[in-house]
């Protein structure tokens, strides 16, 4: 790179290009993992498809390493790299809301929080995941796991239509008439098929629901986890909620005496009649009394921004997942097993389900191959404290370990890290195929390669 290049490309581009020796470079190459500390040679803050167009050229015919980030909350850190020039999203932030078409389209740096914020003046909302500060954009091309998967389906189930920007700069639409190769690839295919500037999803109804967090002794762990199963797999699709086993954050509005202790809980939605939100929860706080009960009516931005504040940006952060389709006795004494040696406050387990709405999707209408499923399932191993990064790895690994052989195979690409081709392949099974012919068809010499990355078919990976 001749300092005449770099200096005729920035200022081909409208918005701002960060170099190394730029006093903000530090700030600006931050992801939201602290265990991630990459040092790319640029990173273009777009504020247009056009400078994300230059920014895909210039890659291309210079031969860089090239990496997008939306959001930034990718737990393995795959929207930076080292040498790399940067796609960085995080300015472009348009939300056009349409009420009477009962739609919003959302550039690719909107969070979810600000699209939540957008949806509910009109009493709508967008199915998506349980962090405010996670990006729109590499959720959705995941999958898009959360608060009202059973209710709605996952993100990708409302998606609508997509502008995405090309390996050879060209800005095409995709959608069920339009490129539906291609769209079929972006809903779960992860970043691999271009740069997504925009997407189209439909709204669906939910402006107050009932939910929150309600929780039960560490001690009741496998009774309650052996109830949570039998209730969800037969739960109204109106009702959501994800189990989990963590330690009860040490501040207010949590109970002092509960404050630092091991407990599970589930963290509920439901999208039902409010006024018999009681009535639906009577058997449920029956079941067993739980020993903290926060659930009851919260806008749904509320419930999505509930954890944002526990797990600010800069923490490390490890992650394991898998899919799960049983819960056999065997794999509920393990779960308790671990729960009771979290390593440190932060560290958790959650099972998200995705039967109800999401699981009516056929397996093959989406790259999204594990419909069948009961539950998305991760281990996270989080800290402050960068001296406790092997203990939390190895707490999440150990787990994952144990749990694996009941697991389905494979696991919900938003929630791995670096974790090599087998585990990809095995996350998209019968599916893969299909996503490497489209990868060969727009990307065949493999310019999105910093992602789970799906190879050409026919072809390995080119160094550009």
């Not at 920014?55 to 990496?67: P, Y």
């Not at 404050?259 to 999208?271: A, D, F, N």
Request: one cysteine or more.
């Amino acid at each position: 790179m001749t300092t005449d290049l770099i200096q005729s490309f920035k200022t081909s581009l409208q918005g701002k290009l960060v170099l190394p020796s730029d006093s903000n470079y530090d700030e600006v190459r931050k992801v939201h993992n602290g265990m991630i500390d990459k040092r790319p040679a640029m990173i273009a803050q777009c504020t247009s498809i056009s400078d994300v167009q230059a920014c895909v050229r210039f890659a291309k015919e210079n031969k860089i390493l090239l990496c997008i980030r939306g959001g930034g909350h990718n737990a393995g850190g795959l929207g930076i790299a080292d040498d790399a020039l940067v796609i960085d999203l995080s300015l472009m932030k348009d939300i056009q809301v349409n009420k009477d078409a009962k739609t919003v389209k959302v550039q690719g740096g909107v969070l979810l929080k600000e699209l939540d914020a957008a949806t509910h003046e009109v009493g709508m909302c967008v199915p998506s995941g349980i962090f405010g500060t996670t990006g729109v954009s590499g959720l959705t091309l995941g999958g898009g796991l959360g608060h009202m998967t059973r209710q709605y389906g996952l993100s990708i189930d409302n998606l609508l239509e997509a502008e995405v920007v090309l390996a050879n700069g060209k800005l095409l639409k995709a959608s069920a008439q339009e490129n539906a190769d291609l769209f079929w690839g972006l809903r779960g295919g992860g970043g691999n098929f271009g740069v997504v500037v925009s997407f189209l999803f439909k709204l669906n109804p939910a402006h107050t629901i009932y939910g929150g967090p309600m929780m039960w002794e560490l001690d009741d762990g496998e009774e309650m986890l052996r109830w949570y199963h039998n209730f969800i797999t037969t739960a109204p699709d109106n009702i959501n909620g994800f189990f989990a086993y963590l330690t009860v954050p040490p501040v207010d509005p949590f109970p002092e005496h509960l404050q630092l202790k091991k407990m599970c809980g589930v963290v509920w939605c439901y999208t039902g009649d409010i006024e018999r939100a009681e009535e639906v929860f009577k058997p449920i706080r029956e079941a067993k009394t739980p020993a903290l009960d926060f659930v009851g009516p919260l806008p749904v931005p509320a419930l999505q921004t509930m954890f944002d504040p526990l797990y600010p940006p800069g923490l490390q952060w490890y992650w394991k997942a898998d899919f799960v389709k049983d819960m056999p006795e065997e794999a509920i004494e393990k779960h308790q097993q671990f729960a009771q040696s979290l390593p440190t406050p932060l560290c958790t387990m959650h099972l998200y389900p995705v039967n109800g709405a999401a699981s009516r999707v056929g397996k093959k209408d989406t790259p999204w191959n594990y419909r069948d499923a009961v539950y998305g399932m991760v281990m996270v191993g989080v800290t402050d404290n960068p001296e406790e990064k092997d203990t939390v790895i190895n707490w999440a690994r150990n787990y994952w370990s144990a749990l694996h052989p009941y697991s389905s195979g494979g696991a919900y690409v938003n929630m791995m890290m670096e974790e090599g081709d087998d585990r990809i392949k095995a996350s998209y099974g019968e599916n893969y195929e299909r996503l490497q012919q489209i990868k060969e068809k727009y990307d065949r010499e493999n310019l999105f390669r910093v992602n789970q990355n799906i190879k050409p078919k026919g072809a390995e990976a080119v160094d550009i």
